[in-house]
């Protein structure tokens, strides 16, 4: 994982936003967040958080056969971030490619990973979720731009015969309702221009109530899902790590679920939101802080814009 060095804390944005610490403190769980310096992009970011995946799983560059790059904050509109990505870490002429699938991005590119090597297609692959938001917030409407922080988070999915690993994807979206939470300029049905530029241009609208309420009720289906596809109930779940939403809803969602708290990781208080990239960023630490054994079932979910979910359950 990587985390930019500058932090950004709630204190820091009472200064030019309409809010307090307390404030964020109650709703979200947040302290603070990490930001990235000027000229800073997304596989910068990605790069970092790389190359510490590909010197933990004690593989060479050239073992690689695709890069995948989870992110809605790209470098640039084209090429994909993976590409650039691919380039910083002078690959031999392999596949890379983005995904979009806002905060459940990690998600949908776990089930492509897993789905490409089942089918034979690749045995080792790059997968990285990572984000730049802080740069582009419209920080007068609190409501969101609190929310968010910087950093990457990277895996490498590899073949394997032992009865460990990825035991089970599962992705669910309803586009009838994107609306809850969206940002709608930049796209190409209203492209950026003068006028809205020096309005509101990148201001993310949230439905928050209606967000919360839908986000804890899928976190517990699309796990359910995921435990009966495998046979498995709450019980046999070492570690459960959801994405980073709001600790409010990581709450709610584990007492729903009958999860106990100890089971659950959770690092929003110092990241915020970092969207693709807080499920493996979560996951880095939670290896790192020894709370990992070989062996483990590890449960981890998502919900966010799209709107989006998804779940899967790996044994360590």
Known sequence: MYLPETVLTNKDIEAFCDT????????????????VTPGEGTSDLALRASRMAIKNAGIALDDLD??????????QILPASANLLHGKLGLRDIASFDIN???????????????????????????VGAEIQTNRMTWKNRDTAVLF????????????ENGYGVLTTHLGSDGSNYEVLHLP??????????????????????????????A???????????????????????????????ARII??????????????????????????????????????????????HILMASFG?????????VRW
């Open 149 to 160: 922080g910087d950093g990457a988070g990277a895996v490498i999915l590899q073949a394997s």
């Open 216 to 246: 804890v009720i899928k976190f517990v289906e699309v796990s359910q899902e995921a435990l009966d596809a495998v046979g498995l109930t709450m019980d046999d779940i070492d570690l459960f790590v959801p994405h980073q939403a709001n």
């Open 251 to 296: 709450e709610a969602a584990g007492q729903r679920m009958g999860i106990a708290p100890e089971k659950v990781v959770m690092n929003i208080q110092k990241t915020g939101n970092t969207t693709a990239a807080s499920i493996p960023i979560a996951l880095h630490e939670a290896v790192q802080e020894g709370r990992v054994k070989e062996g483990d």
């Open 101 to 127: 699938a806002a905060c459940s991005g990690f998600m949908a590119g776990l089930m492509t990973g897993n789905a490409l090597i089942k089918s034979g297609v690749y045995k080792t692959i790059l997968l």
């Open 20 to 35: 307090t610490d307390e404030w964020i403190r109650q709703r979200t769980g947040i302290e603070e967040r990490h930001k």
């Open 66 to 75: 695709a890069v995948i790059c989870c992110t809605v904050s790209p470098d």
């Open 305 to 313: 814009a799209g709107l989006t979910w998804g779940a899967a359950i």
């Open 185 to 214: 300029l930049g796209g190409s049905r209203e492209p950026f221009t003068k006028e809205n530029l020096d309005e509101d241009a990148y201001t993310i609208y949230m439905k928050g109530p209606e967000l919360f309420k839908r």
